[in-house]
């Protein structure tokens, strides 16, 4: 499976016209032919791409990522230094985005078709609609320019020898912009996947059963429609969380986080394959290991996923 | 001036130099006291080799030239346009075969050694010469560097090499580095390429990936009373608004470079206490120019190349595109540099009717769709204003009934597709003049430079008499007689026009007001800002 991923990525790259090599003779403002040959020798592209694509594999064999020629720096280091940021504002939104959007959704599917619910649809449907980088800039000119109420940009303040909780309160204060642009949007994807199934779930004979049982509303709302109604939502939060490495490449440039989107955009542009492919890689793994979670989480909301029991 | 003459305004600029006159004093001590604080600065790359005696490119400089010095640095006031710094003078032999430079004495490097002699012999012949992109022209023929004393550098060539060359390009390739650390070591991936020492106003200090770069205050500087700040700190930045923003925000004091895009200046210009400057860029003349394949038949005829000219309309592009921040061209050597440049070459005023005749005449009719022939135009992707000058060249070639094809790339691509396959006709690129034609706009036009090469004329144009003009300058070590073959360049570029420029354009920086000395030389934003202070 990873092996295709590699292998894809490495030959799509490839297909790209320019490599390394002209993307760091741009940079500087031009070389000279002897110049060009002697840094193509030195990354190595002067091999043929077999001969290059056996030496990637064979080196990721040994747990080697490689060397990035964008950087000039080990492809893991990179790595390592930039994830944790994403991972953190990743994370962020998505949780925030999750709470927020079932609470709403469950909202708006408790009585379908009422005022509450179109509000929310119409609301929601807006929010979906609007790019993310037009809605972080929207945030960053009111609260951070109009109102000063939170910085424009950065992980942290520069240089500020801030250390433990007020360093978190830092961070915290510069992830809120960021991670409202992501999570406003995702939040409405959220809603609309929780009212839909809510609204599904209200036509069927169990919850006729449980009315006629004479079950208290909230009861009904909360423990039978919205709970059958999570396993979607469930559903999309994996996928999402994919999407989502992708998705901040925007955001990541914006509010200059240094993060994993902003690295991959810079790996395209300086031809960097050996850091495209480590990011890729790493990005798979993840998405890989966030799917894991999300089965083991169907199994604790639908008891009936507990397959590894042997059917009777 | 008459009783009559004095106007409300009279009364009020004499009040205004009276509140002056007094505030004065007070703001004199501010500039001649070191102001401390920490400038904030914003910068969109990261390059990888941070060296600026290897990678002699702007975007080195901007930080780099902070930490290491050239021997001089370009000047509004100065003789010849410059200004001493590691060098105190400098002189050229009547054969073209020595530069002499005395060394400024005192200078210590960041780590405490003294700055010498054998530093500058070791920078030249070990880095400029056959490392550093510019170097390995401008030092093609050095030969030895002599040094009698620690404060004399004697530069030997072997063949006659121009001082006026060597002089203006002094800025840009003569970075010096210490010897110390660098002896014996793999140049290319000395650590202190990343971690710059130098003798340098700031000392490098940290570099956060991603985030800034930190340099400090070097209370050692040669010039005592400098730098006046504390702290530089560069922070990356790579969105445009984004870095607007945080300037409206105050979280940085400047932005270089036109790191704000020019549609929003207009808007930023009216926030109070930030200043707009097109001033400081005048070394670092960018020249819009239209690169012609000549292997193209149509485009190899110079009744079709003089009917494109026509075709362009430079006001146009002056005020549309760059919004008044650009002039425009009349040759290959920007107005900049007044040394160099003539005005009386060929003009091509916008006639849309003329245009239209030419190739009438050169034996491209009109066909039944109103085209007479079709090109592949190719707009460099480095700037906004190099893709809306694509966009607006097709429309402009469309009025004569030449159909461009506008075909867009990302920079990699872009830098193949003309440079090493020629799959091109027409391509917008956005070379720099830098001080001297020798330097890097000579090679746009001459022929004989293999594919592959950035910046160069890979449009397959051959000219005899150009070449040799070129050639000859380029061993020509009498200033005036070398000034003159390269007048004569830019009347044979213009009258055959291997390619055409159309403007020429500084860059833009944006300021808080709090930042005093600003675009005080001509290469300001890639100077050494040790003069720059911050109003407290």
């Known amino acids: 499976m990873l092996l295709i991923v590699i292998l894809l990525t490495f030959l799509l790259l490839e297909s790209a016209s320019g490599d390394a090599v002209d993307a760091y003779l741009l940079s500087i403002g031009g070389g000279d032919a002897t110049v060009a040959q002697s840094l193509r020798q030195a990354y190595g592209l002067d ?71 179109r509000v929310l649809s119409t609301v929601s449907l807006i929010l979906y609609a609007i790019p993310s980088f037009w809605l972080g800039l929207v945030l960053s000119i009111v609260f951070a320019v109009q109102l000063r109420w939170l910085p424009t940009s950065g992980i942290e303040t520069i240089a500020s020898g801030k250390t433990g909780l007020t360093r978190a309160a830092d961070i915290a204060s510069h992830l809120v912009l960021p991670v409202g642009a992501l999570a406003l949007i995702y939040t409405a994807l959220f809603l609309r996947v929780m009212r839909a199934g809510m609204a599904d779930v209200w036509a069927l004979d169990f919850v006729l059963f449980a009315r006629s049982k004479g079950l208290s509303r909230s009861r009904i709302v909360l423990r039978h429609v919205a709970r059958n109604a999570l396993l979607p939502l469930v559903t999309m939060l994996g996928l999402q969380s994919a999407a989502m490495l992708g998705g901040s490449v925007v955001i990541e440039s914006i509010f200059a986080v240094p993060g994993f989107g902003r690295l991959a955009q810079e790996a395209v542009s300086g031809r960097d394959a050996p850091l495209l492919m480590g990011i890729i890689l790493v990005s798979a793994v993840l998405v890989i290991c966030i799917n894991l979670v999300i089965d083991l989480l169907y199994a604790a909301l639908d008891p009936r996923v507990g397959a590894s029991e042997p059917a009777a | ?41 914003a910068a969109d790359s990261e390059p990888k080799n941070l060296n600026p005696a290897i990678v002699a490119s702007n ?31 400098w002189e050229g032999s009547a054969d073209g075969k020595s530069v002499t430079f005395r060394l400024r004495e005192g200078v210590k490097w960041h780590d405490g050694k003294p700055f010498t002699s054998a530093d500058v012999a070791y920078s030249a012949l070990n880095i400029w010469k056959p490392l550093q992109n510019l170097g390995r022209l401008v030092f093609a023929n050095l030969e030895a560097v002599d040094t009698p004393d620690a404060a004399t550098a004697v ?85 445009r608004a984004g870095a607007g923003a945080a300037l409206e925000a105050e979280e940085i004091q400047l932005a270089a470079f036109s790191a704000i895009p020019l549609t929003d200046l207009a808007r930023i210009s009216k926030v109070p206490d930030i200043k707009v400057i097109s001033k400081g860029y005048e070394a670092l003349t960018y020249q819009l120019v239209l690169e012609i394949n000549h292997r193209r038949k149509e485009l190899a005829d110079l009744k079709v190349r003089q009917a494109i000219a026509h075709a362009i309309d430079k006001k146009f592009v002056v005020d549309t595109i760059f919004l008044g921040y650009a002039a425009a061209s009349t040759g290959p050597v920007p107005k900049n540099a007044p040394e160099f440049y003539d005005a009386s070459v060929p003009a091509y005023d916008f006639d849309v009717a003329k245009a239209n005749a030419l190739l009438d005449e050169a034996g491209y009719p009109k066909g039944a769709d109103g085209n007479r022939f079709s090109l ?29 094809q506008l075909v867009n790339a990302d920079s990699a691509a872009h830098q193949k597709a003309v440079y090493t396959d020629h799959d091109f006709d027409l391509a917008v ?20 430079t293999p594919a592959g090469v950035p910046f160069s004329n890979q449009g397959g144009y051959e000219n005899k008499e150009l070449d040799d003009i070129i050639a000859k300058a380029a061993e020509t070590v009498d200033t005036k007689a070398r000034t003159d073959l390269y007048k004569q360049f830019q009347k044979l570029v213009a009258a055959d026009l291997p390619l055409i420029n159309v403007a020429e354009w500084g860059f833009i920086t944006v300021a808080r007001d709090s930042v005093l000395n600003v675009s005080n030389n001509p290469r300001w934003a890639v100077s050494s800002w040790a003069d720059t202070a911050l109003q407290s």
């Open chain 2, 1 to 41: 001036m008459t009783i009559a003459n004095l106007s409300r305004r009279t009364f009020l600029q004499a009040g205004a130099g009276l509140l002056a006159s007094t505030a004065l004093p007070t703001l004199a001590r501010a500039q001649d006291a070191p102001s401390g604080g920490r400038l904030i600065v």
């Open chain 2, 376 to 404: 592949k135009l190719r707009p460099a992707p480095y700037f906004n204003e190099t893709k809306q000058f694509g966009a607006y060249l097709r429309q402009a070639l469309a009025a004569i009934g030449i159909d461009a």
């Open chain 2, 59 to 89: 975007g080195v400089f901007f930080i780099a030239s902070k930490v290491i010095e050239p021997l001089a640095e370009a000047s509004f006031e100065g003789k010849d346009g410059l200004s001493p710094r590691l060098a105190t003078s």
């Open chain 2, 429 to 448: 690129a956005p070379p720099v003049f830098r001080g001297d034609p020798a330097i890097s706009t000579t090679i746009l036009v001459k022929s004989g």
């Open chain 1, 47 to 117: 091999q043929s791409v077999f001969a290059r694509l056996w030496l990637y594999v064979s080196s990721l064999a040994r747990f080697d990522l490689g060397w990035s020629v964008a950087f000039d720096r080990p492809v893991l280091d990179l790595i390592f230094e930039r994830l944790p940021n994403t991972l953190l504002l990743m994370g962020s939104a998505t949780a925030l985005s999750f709470g927020l959007g079932s609470a709403l959704g469950i909202v708006a599917g408790a009585r379908p078709e009422s005022a509450g619910d």
């Open chain 2, 155 to 239: 530069f030997r060539f072997s063949k006659p090499t121009p001082f006026q060359l060597i002089r203006n390009a002094l800025p840009v390739v003569s970075s010096v580095v210490p010897k110390h650390l660098y002896e014996g070591t793999d140049i290319a991936t000395n650590p202190a390429n990343v971690k710059l020492v130098g003798t340098g106003p700031f000392k490098f200090t940290e570099y956060k990936p991603g985030e800034y770069y930190r340099l400090t205050r070097n209370a050692d500087y040669w010039n005592k009373g400098e730098p006046k700040l504390d702290e530089v700190i560069f922070r990356v930045l790579p969105d």
